[in-house]
C-alpha cells in the first residue's frame, strides 16, 4: 500500500491521515494538528502546550490566543443524553399541543352541534 501525499491527505475519507502543519503569520505557536484525535485539554484552555510536538493531542488552529478558559471537554455520555433527552422534550411539548388543539376542536364541534340542534328545533 502507498504513503497519501499531502494533497491526497485532505480529501482522503481516512480522519486520521497525515495533514500538512498550518503556518503562522503570526507569533503564536502551532502545535501539532492530529484530526481524529481528542483536543489537547490544556492547549484548549490556555492555547499552550508543554508537550509541543510530541503531544498526542489535536491542537486545533481556530483556538483563540489565551486559549477558551470556559472550555470544557464534551463526553460521550453528555451527547448520548442530549440525543436522548432533547427529542423526548420535543416530543412532548408536540403532544401537548396536539391535545390543546383537539379540546379546541372538540369545543367547536359541540358548539355547531347545539347550533345546529337550535335551529332544527325552531324551523
Known amino acids: 500500500m502507498g504513503t497519501i501525499g499531502q494533497s491526497e491527505a485532505w480529501y482522503s475519507t481516512n480522519s486520521l491521515a497525515k495533514r500538512p502543519r498550518y503556518e503562522s503569520a503570526s507569533n503564536m505557536t502551532i502545535y501539532p494538528q492530529r484530526p481524529g484525535e481528542k483536543d489537547c485539554a490544556h492547549y484548549m484552555l490556555t492555547r499552550t502546550c508543554k508537550f509541543g510536538d510530541s503531544c498526542k493531542f489535536d491542537h486545533p488552529v481556530w483556538v483563540p490566543e489565551g486559549g477558551i478558559p470556559d472550555w470544557k471537554e464534551v463526553t460521550v455520555a453528555i451527547i448520548i443524553t442530549i440525543i436522548i433527552f ?10 401537548v399541543h396536539l391535545l390543546l388543539v383537539i379540546v379546541k376542536l372538540t369545543c367547536i364541534l359541540t358548539i355547531l352541534y347545539f347550533i ?8
Do not use: A, G, W
Not at 432533547?86 to 403532544?95: R, T
Open 86 to 95: 432533547m427529542p423526548m422534550k420535543i416530543i412532548s411539548y408536540c403532544i
Open 116 to 123: 345546529e340542534s337550535y335551529r332544527v328545533k325552531h324551523m
